[in-house]
């Protein structure tokens, strides 16, 4: 497998309206401005939105050579019509719900789910494919998931397949007893809490798995110079604890020179088996910022050493000072 990702992807969960609604301009101008700024890699699923950020990433992306991107999508939600809509998703997106999700992980379901994947983007491919979420269903996933995905890789219909997830345990799982390409962690190596390090990321340098860091804001919590309570952490209202170390590594980054978005872009990226960084944007102004802060030059080497010796940060997590 050979994907060029990029040191930085746009994960596009916020245009399927994730968190607050924006319109289709709005959600164009948001992939353009990371295009701009050499993004090429973008991460989408159907779950986001209902279908909405997939239909609008393939919008905002049929102006440029299908050859000048890499983008992944997700199976294990398949979207289904909903016969008793309430007006509005019960997830965190601001959509009606005219459609539903029925999880399923058979092959049945990943085929049609792809399928559908494409139709809703306007593209004949997709480059990566990648079982989501499959925590609670992890069996199902192992069984009849993974083994449809490795067939669809073997005909040449998709050039990568992998697993993306917010629970370490699960992508240990995959990455122990399959043949993926790429694991997605999400929020699992952050400047907030690092369990990945554990045991996943040593397994996939071992094994040569490409790694693929999302959720690096842990939800929005890290997004923004000084965290505060109106921030989600993991999609859920930040407790206080979360609370208080995130405004502790924030106070640090201020007293170095760096701000706790740039600190948190740039130490996602600092472990040396992690092959990208791939960081949503609530617009494009966020989109444009992201990239510059990835792009731009590293915080002080100090400000890693300052975190470790407050207790702020684990001792062992390597850092981009440590790469430099």
């Known amino acids: ?4 990702f990029g040191r930085l992807g746009l994960g596009c969960a916020q245009l399927g309206n994730l968190y607050q609604a924006i319109d289709d301009d709005g959600a ?23 279908g909405l950020s997939e239909r609008r990433l393939g919008a905002a992306l049929h102006k440029h050579h299908r050859d000048e991107y890499v983008v992944s999508t997700k199976v294990g939600r398949l979207l289904v019509p909903n016969p008793s809509p309430t007006g509005h998703d019960e997830e965190l997106f601001d959509v009606p719900d005219t459609y539903r999700r029925v999880w399923d992980f058979s092959a049945d379901g990943v085929r049609r789910s792809l399928a559908d994947s494409l139709e809703r983007l306007g593209l004949d491919r997709v480059d ?28 040449g219909v998709v050039r990568a ?6 629970d370490a345990d699960v992508l240990t799982r995959f990455a122990t007893g399959t043949d993926v390409d790429v694991i997605m962690t999400a ?10 390090l554990d045991s996943l990321l040593p397994l996939c340098s071992r094994r040569g798995i490409t790694v693929l860091n999302a959720a690096v804001f842990n939800g929005g919590l890290l997004a923004e110079d000084r965290p505060h309570r109106s921030l989600l952490y993991n999609y859920r209202n930040s407790p206080d604890a979360v609370l208080e170390l995130a405004s502790a590594i924030a106070a640090l980054c201020e007293r170095h020179g760096t701000t706790l978005p740039a600190a948190a872009l740039h130490f996602a990226g600092g472990h040396p088996v992690i092959s990208a960084v791939v960081a949503g944007a609530q617009g494009a102004e966020q989109s444009s910022r992201n990239a510059a802060l990835a792009f731009g030059p590293p915080p002080p080497a100090a400000l890693w050493a300052d975190l470790k010796d407050n207790g702020l940060l684990r001792p062992d997590a390597p850092t981009p000072g440590d790469a430099a």
Do not use: C, K, N
């Not at 497998?1 to 060029?4: E, N």
């Not at 009849?144 to 067939?151: D, H, M, N, R, S």
């Not at 397949?161 to 917010?166: D, E």
């Not at 929020?187 to 990945?196: D, F, W």
């Open 1 to 4: 497998m050979t994907l060029d």
């Open 28 to 50: 164009a101008a948001t992939v353009e401005a990371a295009w701009a700024a050499g993004v090429r890699y973008f991460d989408t699923a159907p779950h986001y939105g209902l």
């Open 161 to 166: 397949i992998g697993v993306g997830s917010m």
């Open 128 to 155: 990566l494919v990648l079982i989501h979420d499959p925590e609670g269903r992890a069996d199902e996933a192992l069984d009849t998931g993974y083994p449809a995905l490795e067939q669809l890789r073997a005909e």
């Open 187 to 196: 929020g699992r190596y952050t400047l907030l809490e690092q369990p990945a």
